[in-house]
């Protein structure tokens, strides 16, 4: 009991530390992009790779790791020069079913369908993490950590300041200096490299990567994660991630066939995102937000972030800014 | 005279078949304040969007200190020295006043390690504009009338030269309008050069050295407000439109 | 002589997508929702038609036609209309179609099971010169370029159709006109659903059935409405038959599993150097 609950945690984290760090994107930057499962993906590879390769060294992973996924990440920027807004969606979708074909048929590297096997728990300042302890205080303090990251460039720095300007008017930013093509690819680097170290920790854990889990499906998972947590504060993410990873334990216990438990769970996530998004779309966070707004003030911002992408009458968009935003 | 600050020559812009500035010339020297009047719909907006580089000119050109602007993104008009505002409110909601203020003077990673700076010159134009004891508050829980004293704050605190407004009185009355009509004099006197989009006849009147009148996408009138303030011709163009 | 096979195939899958496409396309004109549900009604036709195929075909496309409409009707009157009524956000729209299509997929997967479904090829193959044609291509090829016509056709010469198209140039212009938006939102959603069905069966008869086909074909419908040039019902057609003529042919290159993602990476890199699509819409003049 105690080990499915530290695993549970474990997976949790991990989930809270790539939800989080698709909410720079999603949330702070308003750029909606489902392709992050692929980020937390190349975490896992690139771990997976330097322990079969180089040895066990985590900083040696983490590297690689937030090496390897902020360049990958320039791909999915790339597009963003000319497609923004709602558009960005689809082609993260595309972008995601790319990437995660080439982690499931790419066999010289990622070992194809069957995957890699036989990656070594991290070791830290020469400190093997052999127990699930080990991994659970690892995941956690990494968890954290991102946290941390993100406040400050979120509160604290100009770049942040620029990220909010952009996601509550694009035009208006603009108007002031600001390069949204420039700012968008800052962000999407940053977030796929941060989302990267939970696919570090989930390597060395599960001591196994395949493309499961890595792909569309995997980021909508996230999507959900931070959509339900509520987008736009730091909370939200974490609440959602543990939400989405702790329910299914419950069906756990439930007397199901086991075929039946993972639609289910799907189902269910389907089910409150619609829902939701019918009662209340500023997620979970916003829930608390409404009970106690002195707190959660901030909770607001996603709402905030809708309403600056309305179109208002006297923008400039026809003409030179076609729908997908390039120059005519 | 030095050269002019900014000079727009033959600017044409159409939308579909709709010509909305048919032809325009139009000089602005530094440190001035002029007044773009005309009706509504006269293409006012359109030609801000035209110099700030929202909107390309079909034809003509647009010569910022020497320098043509064709081509140019918004982004980079900016970094040139010139800021707008837009006729509607676009303050960033999600974030606090002062946070507002900041986002137009921080550029690069310079602006990193200077935050204190900054920040002391936004607390500035917070003061300025009257908003110093709300600079945590969120804009986007700010009043109408303090959302577009807002985005005055956030156009002064930039280090632009030439400044665009749109219309920042309208909606505005009693002391909101007292106070805006109070700031532009100010400005001026910071050696700033502003163009300012203006339906209160009475802040034209107080506020602009020189007044373009526009009708159609075509200057039809130039001059000093007691030029142009006598004159019946204007009065019926501008009055009877009915479009007001 | 094989790529030429493999061009025609391409083209039949192309064509199928194509059909799935536009109806993504006339959704958003009307509705500026990106209607990645689509993929739900796609499952929902295929699966009512597998289902009662045994039974009669004719009931089964009439089935499987009326579940889509009612998918689509409802979808919009009990999802986005609401949503629409109480905060037009483009998130929130996208998040709650999603959701339902997620919610519709394992729904299947539950009651049919998540593996394979098939159906029995109903025709052989024709040659034709020295190609060898499967005579589900060729259908394929045929009912696309009828109901590609007929949606045409009803676009240019229906009153509706041309309020559709209005609706596509401009939400504000609609409003002004008194044209009844949210019917044209409804007939949009109706027949988008309804021209997805088609696409549906013919993509079961040539590669069969899964919960996951939902997402797969929403997803390609999106980018390919897209890479077309939004509000340019050609540059989606185009764009799709590019998709599956790049999926066959790239076959002879590299491992059929690669073929969508060789696909996906054409139009993206469409999108990149040409983003207002492979047929920009003319600006309205
Ligand atoms: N992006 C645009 N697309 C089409 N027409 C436009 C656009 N911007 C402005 N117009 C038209 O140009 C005319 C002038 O508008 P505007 O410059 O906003 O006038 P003003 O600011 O003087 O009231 C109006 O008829 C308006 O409809
Ligand atoms: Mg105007």
Do not use: C
């Amino acid at each position: 009991m105690l080990q499915f609950t530290i695993n549970l945690l474990i997976m949790a984290s991990i989930a809270a530390i790539v939800a989080s760090s698709l909410n720079l994107l999603i949330g702070y930057t308003g750029v909606f992009s489902i392709a992050h499962a692929i980020f937390y993906g190349v975490g896992a590879y690139a771990t997976a790779l330097v322990s079969l390769h180089w040895g066990s060294s985590l900083l040696l992973a983490l590297v690689v790791a937030l090496v390897s996924s902020g360049v990958l990440s320039v791909l999915l920027a790339l597009p963003a020069a000319r497609v923004t807004g709602e558009y960005f969606v689809v082609v993260s979708l595309a972008f995601a079913l790319v990437a995660s074909t080439v982690f499931a048929q790419w066999t010289p590297v990622t070992g194809g369908p069957a995957g890699l096997v036989g990656i070594s728990r991290a070791t830290l300042f020469g400190i093997g993490l052999n127990s699930n302890e080990s991994y659970l205080v690892l995941s956690l303090a990494l968890l954290a950590l991102v946290t941390v990251i993100l406040y400050v460039l979120i509160r604290h720095t100009p770049l942040g300041r620029s990220l909010q300007a952009l996601r509550d008017d694009p035009l208006a930013a603009q108007a002031l200096g600001k390069n949204p093509f420039r700012l968008r690819l800052t962000a999407v680097v940053i977030s796929a490299a941060l989302a990267s170290t939970g696919g570090v920790v989930y390597a060395g854990y599960i001591a196994f990567v395949n493309a499961d889990g890595f792909g569309e499906q995997g980021g909508v998972l996230f999507m959900a994660m931070v959509i339900l947590g509520g987008a736009g504060t730091l909370s939200g993410p974490i609440i959602g991630a543990f939400f989405i990873t702790l329910f299914p334990a419950l069906l756990e216990f439930a007397d199901l066939p086991s075929q039946a438990k993972g639609p289910l769970e799907q189902i269910i996530y389907g089910a409150a995102l619609v829902l939701l998004m019918l009662v209340r779309p500023s997620g979970i966070a916003g829930i608390f937000s409404a009970l106690s707004p002195g707190h959660w003030r901030r909770a607001r911002a996603v709402a905030g972030a809708d309403a600056g992408r309305q179109p208002v009458t006297g923008v400039p968009v026809p003409g030179e800014y076609t729908p997908t935003g390039g120059a005519a | 005279m030095t050269s002019p600050m900014l000079e727009l020559t033959g600017v044409k812009k159409s939308f579909g078949g709709n010509h909305v500035i048919p032809g325009l010339d139009l000089t602005l020297n530094a440190g001035e304040v002029t007044a773009l009047i005309g009706p509504n719909g006269a293409g006012k907006t359109t030609i801000f969007n035209l110099i700030t580089g929202f909107l390309r000119p079909d034809e003509g050109q647009v010569v910022y200190k020497g320098e043509n602007l064709h081509g140019v993104t918004p982004e980079g008009i900016f970094r040139k020295g010139l800021v707008r505002t837009f006729q509607e409110v676009r303050v960033f909601g999600g974030i606090t006043v002062l946070e507002n203020v900041l986002v137009g003077r921080e550029h690069g990673f310079r602006s990193w390690r200077a935050t204190k700076r900054n920040t002391a010159a936004a607390m500035e134009t917070l003061q300025l504009v009257g908003l110093d004891r709300k600079v945590h508050v969120m804009a986007r829980d700010l009043s109408y009338a303090e959302q577009k004293f807002l985005s005055l704050a956030r156009v002064l605190a930039s280090d632009a030269e030439l400044l665009l407004l749109d219309e920042p009185t309208s909606g505005l009355d009693g002391r909101s309008l007292d106070l805006v009509t109070a700031l532009i004099p100010r400005l001026h006197e910071m050696g700033r050069t502003v163009l300012i989009i203006e339906h209160n006849l009475d802040v034209v009147r107080s506020i602009a050295e020189r007044i373009v009148f526009l009708e159609s996408g075509r200057v039809i009138a130039t001059g000093t407000g007691d030029e142009l303030f006598a004159r019946q011709d204007l009065a019926d163009i501008y009055f009877g439109g009915g479009v007001q | 002589m094989l790529a030429l096979q493999l061009l025609v195939n391409g083209i039949a899958v192309g064509a199928l997508y194509a059909l799935a496409a536009v109806g993504v396309a006339l959704i958003f004109w009307t509705t500026r929702v990106f209607h990645i549900a689509h993929g739900a009604t796609y499952l929902i036709a295929a699966y009512t038609f597998v289902s009662l195929h045994g039974n009669s075909v004719l009931l089964a496309l009439v089935g499987s036609t009326l579940a889509a409409a009612v998918f689509g009707w409802g979808m919009n009157k009990f999802v986005y209309r609401p949503i629409q009524r109480s905060r037009e956000s483009f998130f929130t729209l996208f998040v709650a179609s999603f959701g339902t299509l997620i919610i519709v997929a394992n729904v299947i997967s539950l009651w049919a099971g998540s593996g394979p479904k098939a159906l029995p090829p109903p025709f052989g193959r024709v040659q034709i010169g020295f190609l060898q044609v499967t005579w589900v291509a060729i259908i394929a090829i045929v009912v696309a370029v009828v109901f590609l016509l007929g949606l045409q056709f009803f676009l240019e010469k229906t009153e509706t159709g041309v309020g559709l198209r209005a609706m596509a140039d401009d939400v504000e212009l609609v409003d002004l006109l008194g044209l009844n938006r949210r019917r044209y939102a409804t007939v949009a959603l109706i027949l988008g659903s309804v021209l997805v069905v088609p696409a549906a069966i013919l993509t079961t008869y040539v590669q069969g059935l899964t919960p996951q086909a939902g997402l797969r074909i929403a997803t390609i419908a999106l980018i390919v409405s897209i890479a077309g040039g939004v509000g340019s019902l050609a540059g989606a057609v185009v764009s799709a038959i590019l998709l599956g003529v790049v999926e066959n042919v790239s076959t002879l290159y590299v491992n059929a599993s690669w073929g969508t993602a060789v696909g996906f990476s054409v139009l993206l890199a469409i999108l990149v150097f040409r983003p207002s699509g492979v047929i920009p819409r003319p600006s309205a003049t």
